[in-house]
């Protein structure tokens, strides 16, 4: 059983699974989650808990909520499908993803630019298909601070790699709000040295190994698009080097022109965002 699950999984593509989910929905749950494509909403990056626009994903049917269900899963990996449950639990222990909100920016099933988006506290996922060169945004969050362990060692070891010259110019004072821009702060991964350079590149993979192999795919077309992971500047907000729940709160930044992603514990919880988006010449 397991294993004809996966392999529908794999047959089946993100983009199908959303439009058959699209084909399912009433006049009535379109007028609360259908929008223009080009809305605000899909774009917004909001942490904080509470009611969103759109449709409340516990008035979904049965067989809803299994469409949505199978296209999360084809958006994430599996271990990021797990880690986004858990924050769905954390912030909602009894209804968990069913207390989230999901939008269709566009006709799933009729036009060419369209989105999806299911968020609320600490768990926005944003899939668009108009443009193979645009991600997210994405929002991912942890209160009590115990989840994304693979992410934050990845980046406690790419702290622990910096050399002291390279401290100078990769830590900043202060502390990040995550998804705003880094600006010209920091060091670019080129001019690491090898050590660190390879560690900060691990810590990249490390938060894409949280998407699907098709997301993967587009996240790396972005950083290609930037002239490859060199390309981008790290910045440290504080020394890097104790997880969150053991009572770190350094944050990090990893920019680009086209590319955003970031850690946030300095609010003695986790925040972090993902986007990128490269305009079509």
Not at 84 to 92: E, F, I, L, P, W
Not at 112 to 122: G, I, Q
Not at 163 to 169: C, N, P, R, V
């Amino acid at each position: 059983m397991i294993l004809l699950l996966c392999l529908a999984l794999q047959e089946t593509t993100l983009e199908d699974s959303l439009s058959e989910l699209f084909k399912t929905l009433t006049d009535a749950q379109k007028t609360e989650c259908l929008k223009r494509y080009d809305d605000p909403d899909r774009d917004a990056e909001v942490f904080t808990p509470g009611k969103r626009p759109g449709l409340l994903i516990a008035q979904l049917t049965d067989d809803q909520l299994k469409l949505l269900d199978g296209s999360i899963r084809r958006f994430l990996s599996s271990d990021g499908y797990a880690e986004a449950m858990k924050v769905a639990r954390q912030s909602h222990a009894k209804e968990g993803l069913k207390a989230y909100y999901l939008n269709f920016f566009g006709d799933a099933t009729k036009e060419k630019a369209w989105a999806f988006r299911v968020s609320e506290h600490h768990l926005t996922l944003v899939h668009v298909t108009s443009d193979p060169l645009r991600f997210g945004p994405v929002l991912l969050g942890a209160n009590p601070p115990d989840l994304w362990k693979s992410q934050e060692e990845s980046a406690i070891a790419c702290f622990g790699k910096l050399t002291d010259a390279e401290k100078k110019k990769a830590v900043v004072g202060g502390a990040a709000e995550s998804g705003k821009p880094l600006g010209d702060k920091g060091i670019a991964i080129g001019e690491l040295s090898d050590d660190a350079k390879k560690a900060a590149i691990a810590l990249i993979d490390a938060h894409l190994a949280l998407f699907s192999d098709a997301q993967q795919k587009k996240l790396r077309a972005i950083l290609e698009a930037e002239g490859g992971a060199e390309k981008l500047r790290l910045a440290f907000f504080g020394a890097m080097t104790r997880r969150c729940a053991d009572g770190g709160r350094a944050d990090w930044k990893i920019e680009g022109k086209h590319f955003l992603m970031d850690y946030e514990s300095s609010r003695g919880h986790i925040h972090m965002t993902l986007r990128g988006a490269v305009e079509k010449k």
